[in-house]
């Protein structure tokens, strides 16, 4: 079977790691090409990373016959824009996240992938890290009891004034970028959608949030919380936090266990602690993809679970008294 051949939308930092690294170990994919909004920035990248074609804008890379899929690590407000031209253009797509700007531009996305009957995957990686089963499989075995509240932490030191994460007209804040791992995880160790209770931000500038605290409940009531942060007196902070009448489960850095992860659980039975094999959770995101666009194999990052998350993150900021990224009051 030939590879699957891909292209990269932007020389993004992030995509050494997230895609190029994964794809020197999986021999089902070849990236073959490269665009970027500077044209010697994609030509120093695709040098540096052993890329054999550099197109001039990104429309042109999206044109080329010769690339089956999309890798799309553009800033959150490019996202909805370059995925759909993407997939209309009969290319699948790894879009990174978070899918979109705001739930509608997901619902939208999520649309042109049905039309176009392609994949469409939401680049949550650490929901492809055998992690993340293993944390649903205690909440869901009774070991807990009956949950009661379930939080998640997720804070970075990120100094940099200038970067785009910090910037609203790119969608930035602290929600989309750390939160909507948060938020993911939350609803992944729920197994439902939460209701967004009440919400308080602490601002970098008008409009984009350093931090972001939500409190959320579940129709069944259940109880949780989010609290994400891009700068604060909590420098680093990945966890997960899940407690029933019958024990409590911690567990460390759920969103790169690649890196050191560690999952404990208290309970009538006693304490213990677990650590997950498994690869890189981008070797295993890169896998699945190529099994979802070669083989039509299921995935859970889905764009419809991607619209789930952004409902989510957008009454987060409402409930912060903000827009949601790309809606202008």
């Known amino acids: 079977m030939k590879p699957l051949r891909l292209g990269i939308l932007g020389a993004a930092q992030i995509a050494p790691m997230a895609l190029i690294?994964?794809?020197?170990?999986?021999?089902?994919?070849?990236?073959?090409?490269?665009?970027?909004?500077?044209?010697?920035?994609?030509?120093?990248?695709?040098?540096?990373?052993?890329i054999g074609r550099v197109h001039a804008n990104y429309a042109e890379?999206?044109?080329?016959?010769?690339?089956?899929?999309?890798?799309?690590?553009?800033p959150n407000s490019h996202h909805c824009e370059w995925t759909i031209r993407a997939l209309e253009a009969g290319k699948h797509v790894l879009c990174e996240k978070p899918l979109a700007a705001n739930a509608d531009e997901a619902q939208t996305m999520a649309e042109a992938a049905t039309r176009s009957q392609r994949?469409?995957?939401?680049?949550?990686?650490?929901?492809?890290?055998?992690?993340?089963?293993?944390?649903?499989?205690?909440?869901?075995?009774?070991?807990?009891?009956t949950v009661h509240h379930i939080e998640v932490q997720f804070c970075i030191p990120l100094l940099r004034r200038g970067d785009i994460r910090y910037r609203l007209d790119l969608a930035g804040g602290a929600a989309m970028d750390v939160g909507c791992y948060a938020v993911?995880?939350?609803?992944?160790?729920?197994?439902?959608?939460?209701?967004?209770?009440?919400?308080?931000?602490?601002?970098?500038?008008?409009g984009v949030d350093?931090?972001?605290t939500a409190d959320l409940r579940?129709?069944?009531?259940?109880?949780?919380?989010?609290?994400?942060?891009?700068?604060?007196?909590?420098?680093?902070?990945?966890?997960?936090?899940v407690r029933g009448d019958r024990g409590e489960m911690r567990v460390f850095n759920p969103v790169a266990p690649q890196f050191f992860h560690r999952l404990s659980v208290r309970s009538e039975t006693g304490k213990r602690s677990e650590r997950v094999a498994g690869d890189a959770s981008y070797s295993h995101q890169l896998r699945a993809f190529v099994s979802a666009v070669c083989d039509g194999q299921s995935f859970p990052s889905?764009?419809?679970?991607?619209?789930?998350?952004?409902?989510?993150?957008?009454?987060?900021?409402?409930?912060?008294?903000?827009?949601p990224r790309g809606v202008h009051p």
Request: charged share 25%.
């Open 21 to 50: 690294r994964p794809a020197r170990q999986t021999p089902e994919v070849e990236i073959v090409a490269v665009a970027a909004r500077e044209p010697q920035r994609a030509r120093d990248f695709a040098n540096k990373h052993g």
């Open 119 to 145: 994949v469409l995957m939401e680049a949550f990686h650490w929901r492809y890290h055998p992690l993340a089963a293993r944390m649903r499989e205690i909440v869901d075995s009774g070991e807990l009891g």
């Open 218 to 241: 579940w129709d069944d009531g259940r109880s949780g919380r989010i609290h994400c942060a891009l700068l604060s007196p909590i420098l680093l902070r990945i966890r997960a936090h």
């Open 61 to 74: 890379l999206i044109a080329d016959p010769e690339i089956d899929a999309i890798y799309n690590p553009l």
């Open 184 to 206: 993911n995880i939350v609803r992944h160790l729920a197994g439902a959608e939460p209701e967004v209770v009440s919400a308080r931000a602490k601002l970098s500038s008008p």
């Open 210 to 212: 350093r931090v972001m």
């Open 302 to 323: 889905t764009p419809e679970d991607g619209v789930k998350n952004m409902r989510v993150i957008d009454a987060m900021y409402r409930k912060a008294g903000l827009s």
